[in-house]
């Protein structure tokens, strides 16, 4: 039997209400599949937890999130409690200590009523955003000079290594060539001559070693241009940190909203946990009304199911999604439905049992 140790922080807001539904998914594949079990330990750490003890998590948190195999996430975000500390303090820690230094955005449109894009059907929106996760914009390197006078200035310093750059670069192109896709660099050479310069260079010279792989290269302005223009241009795409982190929003407008974006901050070598979790934030507005939409977090799910080399329940878990949202009276309020976030998670686990039984997974 195949254990899986997983640490649990659901976080602020309505993070708690959309982990425990994810847990739920991972609890009802517990029942149905005798080969996989998971044992799963809690964490309070999150902006809440800030205000009370001024820090974000404990001192011996990296330490002790190490002895497990990966980290579900709910979200960080609290009233009163800046962006920054929150970003930097828990989400940024745990992504650098833990070289996750890939992230998985998929861009896939599961229902083609869920697109605001005129004449868009599910073949045009299905891509994978690659997106560098350690380093670049939000390396955290700067200076801020002479504070508070009027010659003040401040320096925000993007940091693109080598084997920064190298590494995810070809992680790209690896997940291209396997899948037998194109890919896509985007980037900003014209404008930042240096680090989108080397970018490009980096781009060219992997890709010499996979002559195979069909590429192309947008800057990332007219890249935003062809997300919502022509998002059939796009198989898998590679970015950095930055541009990754604002185009994948884009790419969730597109295909249903941040209710149904979901993201997999990934250690390829297995070094460390690699963390998993939806990225519609904290949602304070509707934090304990029981409305949230969970389908987002039960998607990480499904991406930690493949990480972890279960790829069966991956693909079962996201072609449930797909039929949960042709049921819109088991959908939350920002679906058009009426239920709960725990009605919804009820019912996705009576769809995820029929299908399994159906496809004979035991």
């Known amino acids: 039997m195949d254990n899986y140790n997983i640490a649990l922080i659901p976080g602020d807001g309505i993070g708690p209400e959309v982990v425990d539904e994810g847990v739920k998914v991972l609890q009802a594949i517990e029942k149905l599949d005798s080969s996989l079990s998971f044992s799963f330990t809690e964490f309070p750490w999150g902006c809440e937890y800030y205000l009370e003890h001024g820090k974000m998590m404990d001192e011996d948190g ?3 999130l190490k002895e497990f195999d990966a980290i579900y996430l709910g979200a960080v975000g609290y009233p009163g409690v800046p962006d920054h500390i929150s970003l930097w303090d828990l989400l940024l820690r745990i992504r650098k200590e833990f070289k996750q230094y890939v992230n998985l955005r998929p861009i896939t ?7 605001p894009l005129k004449d868009k059907t599910k073949e045009d929106i299905d891509f994978l955003v690659i997106r560098e996760n350690s380093e670049g914009e939000y390396a955290g390197a700067g200076d801020w000079l002479f504070k508070g006078k009027p010659e003040e200035v401040v320096l925000q310093t993007g940091v693109f290594s080598r084997k920064g750059t190298e590494r995810i670069i070809r992680y790209a192109y690896e997940e291209a060539r396997k899948q037998k896709k194109t890919l896509t660099s985007i980037s900003k050479g014209n404008a930042l001559n240096y680090s989108m310069v080397f970018w490009d260079e980096v781009f060219e010279e992997v890709g010499k070693e996979y002559p195979d792989v069909e590429t192309y290269s947008y800057l990332v302005d007219a890249a935003s241009l062809y997300f ?12 950095s940190n930055l541009f990754g982190d604002i185009l994948t929003d884009i790419g969730a407008a597109i295909t249903g909203g941040m209710g149904l974006a979901t993201g997999a901050n990934v250690n390829p070598e297995k070094e460390f946990p690699s963390m998993f979790e939806p990225v519609h934030g904290s949602a304070p507005d509707i934090s304990g009304k029981g409305i949230a939409n969970p389908l987002a977090s039960i998607w990480s799910v499904s991406q930690m199911m493949d990480f972890f080399g279960q790829e069966k329940w991956g693909a079962v878990i996201l072609d449930t999604i797909k039929e949960m949202l042709n049921e819109t009276e088991h959908l939350t ?3 058009g439905g009426k239920a709960s976030t725990s009605e919804l998670g009820n019912r996705f686990v009576e769809l995820l049992t029929e299908n399994a039984k159906k496809l004979g997974i035991r």
């Open 62 to 64: 990296i330490d002790r």
């Open 333 to 335: 309020p920002d679906l």
């Open 109 to 115: 449109l599961l229902n083609e009523s869920l697109t």
């Open 228 to 239: 919502v223009s022509n998002p059939e241009r796009f198989e898998i795409v590679v970015t």
